[in-house]
């Protein structure tokens, strides 16, 4: 094992364990011997299952039959969680055949940040996570459910479920997602379009054109955002079927590896032989196995904050200097837009989530001694999903990447180091993705300048103010002032500056970093700011 | 002046002397109503800084 990645792991548990403890003492207390629904009241009960058909009744009244709640962030606002439409009945025949039961628990919402990017609505994005938390408790705590499934994809949805279903962390729990929309326009090409309309280059209806050539069908969208770093992370930390983050919706592997989670959720309750938690699949090593993957596939910074939070609710405690320390010893594998040219069904093609799992393993970067929703052993998850003869079957991964411009072996690494790294001083902690900034500009020296909106900054770009060295502080932009909004209104125009002085901008699906207490000392509220230097240089803060 | 050194971990304002001593600017943060920000004032009274989640839960 890396000694890195043990030292970090051994403080995380030191540091914890208090919290922890408590957190599984809570989890034991709530784990009593089969369906819980036994203990609720006559009338209770009836009112649980009055919908239910009379097979479905007949078998939750025996008690000794298992009930699967499923908790859906299904809407159609969102096309990757559009396809979610039709998996509560496909659910729940699957769980027939397995003389199981599953109830539709509750909705939970999902907002779009594509759709509300850059507007007032975006002040909810970063709460509404909570909100889903709240809501996944609210569906549970029906208390008629032996298991559940979680079915969300997106930025703060999977973040969201998995705080919500950790407070009823002594169910097992999988995450079922839906796919990615299959490729189209490239997200490079995408970029340059936009880049041209901040320009003034092409109209509206160009842009429409781009970009509804780009975001076409049901399915996520297809860069590596925040919403497929939260499918990489479900798989790394054992809580999703492996190799199945990146089928595309739709089609007949899809449907099994829906079906499959139904019997490997079953397979897991508290009423067989082979009982697996939530509570005991996300632990300390999980939660670093997570951050692992973030940095070695370059993953979303927004994630610098919610696996915070999700640890958090796994009575887990993390900071920024773990995310810095694990960065340097973590090689980055991956190369997927944004930090590469290639989209997510391209990685996947090319070897995808098991190769790296597989390679990490055998570098002694991940923790193989975990549990998984299969079971102890990450190495459950260097497999992947096969159709043979019309059952679904598992098969290793391969052994090579089948593309090495967007995914490597340790050996071949794209950096020696995950590319995060923390920051201090008078103004602070943040962290800075290091990976999407040119080297060159790792180190600035620039005189502020201080907005105090993103429109003030747009207006001062169309003003011609900005062409010139500067570091934008865009001030009360933090999670006591507005919600902490991605500032992605500015992203083009940033990326416009860059371009005016021929040198490279590198900007992220997320923004590369995140301050914590930002000018906190000095002024009323926790900020979020954004910082950009013009020729040369742009980052997020 | 700003200074961000990502190799050597350094955010700092570079400090001519009144940075520490300066006054806290007003809070001119745009008033958080319309598309449902309103029912949303005890999240944003509560929540935790971006290191600790920035979430209404906290460790529990």
Same mark, same amino acid.
């Given at each position: 094992?890396? @000694?890195? =990645?043990?030292?970090v ?12 403890a408590?957190?599984?003492a809570?989890?034991h &207390?709530a ?17 649980g299952?009055?919908a239910?058909?009379?097979e479905d009744k ?7 039959v298992?009930?699967? #709640?499923?908790v859906?962030a ?7 969680h559009?396809p979610f439409?039709?998996?509560? %009945?496909l659910?729940?025949k ?7 039961v599953?109830?539709?628990a509750g909705g939970?919402p999902?907002?779009c940040?594509?759709v509300?990017?850059g ?6 994005s ?5 909100? =889903?938390?709240l ?5 549970? !705590?029906h208390?008629m ?7 969300g ?5 999977? $973040?969201?479920?998995? =705080?919500?279903?950790l ?5 097992p729990?999988?995450?079922v997602p ?12 995408k970029?340059?379009?936009?880049e ?5 280059k092409i109209?509206?209806?160009e842009?429409?054109e ?7 069908a049901?399915?996520?969208c297809?860069?590596?955002g925040?919403a ?5 992370l ?6 999703q079927? @492996?190799?199945?983050?990146f ?6 592997l899809r ?5 499959g ?9 508290n ?8 509570a005991?699949v ?15 596939t370059?993953?979303?910074t927004?994630?610098t904050i ?6 958090a609710?796994?009575g =887990?405690?993390?900071?920024w200097?773990?995310? /810095?320390e ?7 594998l991956?190369?997927v837009? @944004?930090?590469?040219a ?7 093609a090319?070897?995808g989530l ?7 393993l ?5 923790h193989e001694?975990?549990?998984t929703?299969?079971? $102890?052993?990450l190495k ?6 096969k159709?043979v003869n019309?059952?679904?079957?598992w098969?290793?991964?391969q052994?090579t !990447?089948?593309?090495a ?5 340790c050996?071949n690494?794209?950096s ?6 923390l920051?201090?001083g008078?103004?602070?902690?943040a962290?800075?993705?290091i990976?999407a900034?040119? &080297?060159?500009?790792? !180190?600035?020296?620039?005189? %502020?300048?201080?907005?105090? !909106?993103?429109?003030a900054?747009?207006?001062?770009f169309n003003?011609?103010e ?7 502080v865009?001030?009360?932009q #933090? ?5 902490m ?5 500015l ?5 416009v500056?860059?371009?005016? /002085?021929?040198l490279?901008?590198s900007?992220?699906?997320a923004?590369?970093v995140?301050?914590?207490?930002y000018?906190?000392?000095?002024m009323?509220r ?5 910082v ?10 | 002046m700003i200074?961000?050194d990502a190799?050597?971990g ?6 001519d002397g ?5 006054a ?7 008033r958080q109503?319309?598309?449902?920000r309103e029912l949303f004032?005890?999240f ?17």
């Amino acid at each position: 094992m890396n @000694p890195v =990645i043990e030292a970090v792991t051994d403080r995380i548990v030191s540091r914890s364990a208090r919290t922890r403890a408590d957190y599984l003492a809570r989890m034991h &207390a709530a784990a009593t011997d089969g369906p819980t629904r036994g203990g609720l009241a006559c009338s209770n009960l009836a009112h649980g299952f009055a919908a239910c058909g009379s097979e479905d009744k007949q078998a939750l009244k025996g008690n000794v039959v298992p009930n699967i #709640g499923i908790v859906s962030a299904y809407n159609d606002m969102l096309s990757a969680h559009q396809p979610f439409e039709t998996y509560p %009945a496909l659910i729940r025949k699957a769980a027939a055949r397995h003389g199981a039961v599953a109830q539709f628990a509750g909705g939970v919402p999902a907002m779009c940040d594509g759709v509300t990017q850059g507007t007032d609505s975006m002040d909810l994005s970063l709460f509404s996570r909570d909100v =889903i938390a709240l809501s996944t408790a609210v569906s549970l !705590s029906h208390n008629m459910f032996d298991a559940a499934l979680c079915l969300g994809i997106c930025d703060k949805i999977v $973040p969201g479920l998995l =705080i919500g279903a950790l407070s009823f962390g002594h169910l097992p729990v999988v995450f079922v997602p839906a796919g990615p929309m299959v490729s189209g326009l490239g997200n490079k090409e995408k970029a340059r379009v936009r880049e041209q309309y901040a320009a003034g280059k092409i109209g509206r209806k160009e842009l429409l054109e781009a970009e509804s050539a780009a975001y076409h069908a049901p399915g996520t969208c297809t860069f590596y955002g925040t919403a497929n770093t939260n499918q990489m992370l479900m798989e790394f930390m054992g809580l999703q079927l @492996p190799g199945g983050s990146f089928v595309n919706p739709g089609t007949e592997l899809r449907d099994h590896l829906t079906q499959g989670a139904v019997q490997t959720v079953l397979e897991a309750t508290n009423l067989g032989n082979d009982y697996r938690p939530l509570a005991e699949v996300l632990d300390e090593k999980a939660i670093v196995n997570g951050i692992v993957g973030l940095l070695a596939t370059g993953g979303s910074t927004n994630h610098t904050i919610h696996l915070v939070a999700i640890a958090a609710a796994a009575g =887990i405690q993390i900071d920024w200097q773990d995310f /810095s320390e694990l960065s340097q010893a973590v090689p980055q594998l991956s190369r997927v837009y @944004p930090n590469g040219a290639a989209d997510v069904n391209h990685f996947h093609a090319a070897g995808g989530l098991g190769f790296l799992i597989s390679d990490l393993l055998d570098n002694g970067l991940l923790h193989e001694d975990v549990n998984t929703i299969l079971g $102890p052993g990450l190495k459950h998850f260097c497999r992947e999903p096969k159709i043979v003869n019309g059952n679904l079957e598992w098969a290793d991964v391969q052994a090579t !990447s089948l593309d090495a411009d967007i995914l490597r072996p340790c050996a071949n690494p794209f950096s020696p180091e995950g590319g995060l790294r923390l920051v201090t001083g008078n103004l602070g902690r943040a962290i800075v993705k290091i990976s999407a900034v040119d &080297a060159a500009h790792h !180190s600035i020296e620039a005189p %502020a300048r201080v907005f105090h !909106s993103q429109q003030a900054f747009v207006d001062a770009f169309n003003n011609g103010e900005l062409e010139r060295d500067f570091v934008a502080v865009v001030r009360y932009q #933090g999670p006591c002032a507005n919600g902490m909004p991605e500032l992605h209104k500015l992203t083009p125009y940033l990326g416009v500056l860059t371009a005016v /002085s021929r040198l490279r901008w590198s900007p992220t699906a997320a923004c590369p970093v995140h301050p914590a207490k930002y000018y906190r000392r000095y002024m009323s509220r926790r900020k979020r700011s954004m910082v950009a230097r013009s020729p040369g240089y742009g980052t997020a803060m | 002046m700003i200074s961000i050194d990502a190799e050597n971990g350094v955010l700092s304002c570079i400090d001519d002397g009144d940075f520490e001593s300066r006054a806290t600017p007003a809070f001119e943060c745009d008033r958080q109503v319309g598309m449902g920000r309103e029912l949303f004032a005890a999240f944003r009274e509560r929540a935790g800084g971006a290191e600790q989640g920035a979430s209404l839960f906290g460790v529990r």
